[in-house]
C-alpha cells in the first residue's frame, strides 16, 4: 500500500470533479437523446394509429368486393351456368377477375407494410427488453 499525502489526495479529488463533470454533461446529452427518442416513439405510435384506420378502410374494400364475388355468383346462378353467354356475362366476369387482381395486390401491399412495421416495433421491443 502507498502512502497517501495531501496532494495525492487532492489530485484524486480533482480528477474525480473532473469525471464527474463529463458524466454530467454526457447525462444531458443522453436526456436530450432520451426526448428525441420519445418523439421520434410518439411518431411511431401516431403513425401505428394511422396504419390501424387504413387497416380497417382495407377491410372495408375488402368487404365490398366479396358482396360483388357474391353478386356475380348470383348472376351466374340466375342465368344457369351452362347457359350460352348472350348477356356479357363473359365481359363481366373479365372485369371481376380485373377487380380481384387490384384486390390481391392491394391486400399484399397493405400485408408487406404490416409486417415491415409490427417486425421493426417487435425487434425494437425485444432490443430494449434485452438491454434492461
Known amino acids: 500500500m502507498s502512502t497517501l499525502d495531501s496532494s495525492t489526495i487532492h489530485q484524486e479529488h480533482v480528477d474525480a ?4 463533470a463529463t458524466w454530467l454533461e454526457e447525462i444531458g ?24 384506420a387504413a387497416l380497417e ?3 372495408e374494400l375488402v368487404r365490398a ?3 360483388r ?3 356475380h355468383e348470383r348472376e351466374i346462378a340466375d342465368r344457369g351456368y351452362s347457359v ?6 363473359a365481359e363481366l366476369h373479365q372485369e371481376f377477375l380485373i377487380e380481384h387482381d387490384r384486390a ?4 399484399q401491399r397493405v400485408r408487406s407494410h404490416h409486417e415491415l ?3 421493426e416495433i417487435r425487434r425494437l421491443s425485444e432490443k430494449v427488453s434485452s438491454a434492461m
Open 29 to 52: 446529452r443522453w436526456r436530450s437523446e432520451h426526448r428525441r427518442a420519445a418523439a421520434m416513439l410518439a411518431q411511431a405510435q401516431a403513425a401505428l394509429l394511422e396504419q390501424e
Open 65 to 67: 368486393h366479396d358482396q
Open 57 to 59: 378502410s382495407h377491410a
Open 69 to 71: 364475388v357474391q353478386q
Open 104 to 107: 390481391r395486390e392491394a391486400h
Open 17 to 20: 470533479a473532473c469525471e464527474h
Open 117 to 119: 412495421i409490427t417486425g
Open 84 to 89: 350460352p353467354d348472350t348477356g356479357g356475362l
